[in-house]
């Protein structure tokens, strides 16, 4: 007999009973992130850093697309650890991904209607990326 309550409960349930009002916003933020417009890009707020964003665009010689896939991205590596080789893991974290890339997508298209956007998840070998850019 399992005496693990967690094991019975739903979604909400688990995720009431585990995350403080701090890891609510922190959450918020990672599913419905600001972008903010800079030199002709839209920029991702949590990835612009003014000198940073001033040696990519230089670097990458104003390509608006090109500064935006850079800094327009979260790794889910960063987010979460994933056992190599655990594919019940791995799935969870593609599901993962394909979530955030639509909050993502479902933001910018709210908060900047006068645009188009291209992105989604991309594989690497690190694992998923969500990455979005301005359809130019």
């Not at 739903?10 to 922190?26: E, I, P, Q």
């Not at 327009?72 to 890339?101: C, H, P, T, Y």
């Amino acid at each position: 007999m399992n005496n693990n309550p967690f094991d019975e409960l739903d979604y909400f349930d688990h995720a009431a009973l585990r995350l403080n009002l701090t890891d609510w916003l922190s959450a918020a933020q990672v599913f419905h992130p600001r972008f903010i417009e800079v030199s002709g890009c839209l920029i991702w707020e949590r990835a612009y850093e003014e000198d940073n964003f001033r040696e990519w665009y230089q670097a990458l010689n104003g390509n608006a697309t090109a500064v935006e896939s850079t800094l327009n991205q979260v790794r889910l590596w960063q987010l979460v650890d994933v056992n190599e080789g655990n594919s019940i893991e791995e799935k969870m974290v593609a599901n993962l991904a394909r979530e955030i890339a639509f909050f993502w997508r479902a933001a910018l298209e709210s908060d900047h209607p006068e645009y188009s956007f291209d992105g989604g998840v991309v594989e690497t070998e690190d694992g998923p990326v969500v990455r979005f850019v301005v359809h130019r």
